[in-house]
């Protein structure tokens, strides 16, 4: 009885379905590499898509409007507010640093005032449940750090500049927070009017005044008014943010991390597919018997085809339904990680499109690598497959194509769903260069082995053979192992390396306190009130004030910033206002690099240092001009030199510093760094502070200590994410390690079978595996080392735009311990040939 010439569908899947064991014995390690891939992507879409949302969903609460307008050091003329008037109900208030104060205690704060009409989105929530908006009178909504910081409790009165306030309730939820950026003190709210009164808007202080707008005409297109309002105060140093960038720092790091998370699932995959090769390949060899089976009772390579592939389809469906499931499941635990860091949804969270696109992902890799096994399986007649145990099969070369049109469809599904396409096309570019990398190594490796003389141990001499010898799979273990050890090393230079800037750019030695706002004329009694509890203290002063660079380049053919469409890349000093100082003398921690240093004593035009990287960004050089705003008065001096900035030191750094006669008769005060003796007593330290609020009022104090410690934090949850994240690629590269034995597991059945017959002890057989597997992850260990570090530098200077500071000690500690548990693996990987019985394995060939 012969099968019809060809199977229907029906009878096909009735087929696949007897044959497919409900534990999917044999395709296990399809359903792991699927799961691990379509798992991390579908965490990473749907925590992604839940933050975008929420920020473009509660933009006018993040805001505080549907557009803020910012400006520095004055509030709005009757022009500016009045063109703001004409598109909605306007909400006014200021954001400064101040000192808040009780007879005992002294604390920095963060002082914010609004209006009657704040928040105008969203509700200020209190610890004890209340629902307020702004205060009135003197009452004062307090951060419950700064209450602590005075020893005070609700109802109790505490002092800010000249001002007595009365600490009315404490804030546990402000709707604007995000949006405000980060934090140099704890919050206290109150009245628009109480800045003002308590003498801390003196000409000359540096403070913001921010004020909010919200649409008459819901309608109205935000960023149609940002433009008209550009273009209508060109040169007014405004900054203008609207509802759909609510918090433009939380959507960079959003994007970054999107971006970096993005293709740590690609990698995943990628490497999954390597795995998804090496587990259908075992498959369908354990399948051997069956398939040659049914081609003697008269199935054609279609039918073939189609049972097969439906039992592929159906591992591969339920692995991505597992993963979708898994990501899902895990968004949550991401979300916790990254609390107050950025604005999540809790619970958990179904986004349709993330988890469509990492289902569509983990199916085409499935496709795309599981079809050259698949086909090649299919072509062959009954008796090369009954023979395939000894005789490898050939290789299908029209499979190759089927192959090809999978990863084009992977290509062009990751290059169409990218914000940063050029990011993810060289990402592609770089994981085919190192597949192709890693099998031309497979090659070298084997034909180097093959010309190698023959060593006289037995077992090395045997374990050389494996390598090189006719249907060896030291390609597929070539890249497994590389994948595999490269994903060791990437986990450990991008960790190192976070780890690196959290120590280097957040510096252990910084200014025991930042002091604003030290009037001039009192420059001496704020330095005796140093010296009176401190006498061995460093103190340095510099003037400081606020402007906007308005024009720049060569005298007669100016660029203005107002006319251009777009900010050069690198030229982030043109975007608002920025610090400005002058200067007799070449700042501590600078350099010259062009041009030279002026003589303070010497008459001549006003002068400017400008920072080289900005310079270069602008094509900036010695004898072009500067123009700059400051108080609405616009200012030209021509630039003198360039100079190279120590960004990395927590002192005074400016990118612009001008000559005495550019800008010291516009209104200013002092600013302070205070470096105290180590040990300095914290008792001193409190004399200080209060000593400070009594006799310099309208001065703040800013702790550098509380500033690194949120920094750090911050840093860490970085850290934590991409830690999360890389461990998925290092588990899909130990996958791909089992998928590649699990491939190799028939003829490493003979070859010990055979071995076994002629004496060898198990220890001996695993010595050799060990030996074997040892050779190749020895020299594979450069190779990732090279792969991984590459990766990572990616990682690092191009999406996090950190310093690359791997530790590289750490990393080749990593890297041994990766060599040791992927020989592991290996050699678990290789106990069950141990059981397998002489006598059944040589009848069974």
Known sequence: MSLPPRLSWAAAWRIARRDLNARFRGLRLLLVCIFLGTAALAAIGTLTAAIERELASSGQELLGGDLQVEVWQRTLSAEERGELGKLGTISSGYRLQAMASTPEAAAPIELKAVDVRWPMFGRL?????????????????????????????????????????????????EPDRLSEGFQLGPTIIVAEGIPEAAGLLQPGALYQSKHRVAFADPARDPQAAEEALAKRFPNAGLNIRTRDRASPGADRFVRQMSDFLTLVGLAALVIAGIGIAGGVSSYLDQRRASIATLKVLGATSGDILRIYAMQIGVAALVGSLAGLAAGVAITPLLAGALQGLLPVESGFIISPPALTLAASYGLLVAFAFAAAPLLRARTFPAMALMRSGVVPLARDRGALLATGLGLAAICALALSTTAQPVLTGGFLIGAGGALLLLAGLGWAIQALVRRLPRPANPLLRSALANIHRPGAPTGALVTALGFGLAAFVLLAAVQSAIDGNIQRRVPQEAPDYFVLDVPPAREARFRALVRAEFPAATIRTVPTMRGAVLAYGARNRMTRVADLKEIPEGAWALRGERGLTYADTLPPGNRVVEGEWWDAAAPGEPQVSVDADFARAVDLAPGDYLTIGILGVERTARVANLREIDWESMGFNFALVFSRDAIADAPHNLSATIDLPEGADSAARGRLLRAMVRELPSSSVIEVGGILVEARKLLEQVSLATLAAAAVTVLAGLAVLMGAIAAARAARTYDTVMLRVLGASRKQILLLQLAEYGLLAAVLAAVALGLGGGLAWVVITRLFEFDWLPDWGEVLGVLALGLALVLGFALAGSLPLLRAKPARALREL
């Open 125 to 173: 929530t209190l610890d004890d449940g209340r629902m307020v908006g702004a205060p009135s009178g003197n009452d004062a909504w307090i951060a419950r750090t700064a209450l602590e910081r005075l020893g005070i409790a609700v109802g109790d009165s505490f002092k800010v500049g000249t001002v007595t306030l009365r600490a009315a309730g404490v804030i546990a939820d």
